[in-house]
Every structure is written in C-alpha cells, then in structure tokens.
C-alpha cells in the first residue's frame, strides 16, 4: 500500500510561451493566469508524519520565492514551475514526490520523482 499526503495552494502570475508556433502566436504575449499547485509526497505511516499546515507552508514560501528571486518565471511553463517547485520541496520530504501545476483549473502537468 502507499500512502501520500496532498496540499494545494493557488498563486496567481503571468506568462508567455515566446516560441509559440503561429497557430498559436498569442501565447507569445504576456498572459495571466491563477495557478493551482498539488502537491503530493509519500509517507510511511499514517500518523502525520509531513503534516498538512507544515508542507503547506513550505509549499506557499517556494512558490513566493521563485517568483521573487526568479527573472526566468515569466517564461516558465506548467512542467517548468512543477520541476522548480518540486525541487525546492524535495528537502523537506526526502520521498518520493508530485506536483501538479494547473493554469486556471483547464491545462496543467505533473511532474513524479522518485527517490
């Protein structure tokens, strides 16, 4: 059996896909979107080993931090966020880990790693 706890949380922020094809030039321009995150990590037992309010925290100061210190995350795919995202969170959890990231709850991606 496997267990995994999940917390979400939401930021909002813009983007452009700056390569787009021409099929879809209007990427290219700077767009914004609310951004939701799931996050999941592997626990072995069921008595709050991560607890929720702790990694939910951790969750939200990554995220106010790659935006803060990250002149890149305008350009930041659903993928990309998620990689950054779960490297950062990866310290706290030692586990195996998931992240979604969603642009407003219609197009996202998951990223896995297993450790």
């Known amino acids: 059996m496997n267990t995994r706890i999940i917390v979400a949380t939401e930021f909002f922020a813009s983007h452009a896909w700056t390569t787009a094809p021409d099929h879809r030039a209007y990427l290219r321009c700077q767009h914004f979107h609310a951004f939701r995150v799931r996050f999941e990590a592997v626990v072995s037992h069921e008595e709050r080993e991560l607890e929720f309010h702790d990694v939910r925290e951790r969750l939200d100061a990554v995220i106010r931090g790659l935006l803060r210190d990250n002149s ?44």
């Open 72 to 115: 890149e995350t305008p350009r930041w795919s659903c993928e990309t966020w998620a990689r950054n995202i779960m490297e950062a969170m990866g310290s706290m959890c030692g586990c195996d880990t998931a992240c979604e990231v969603w642009e407003d709850h219609a197009h996202g991606a998951r990223v896995e790693a297993f450790r």
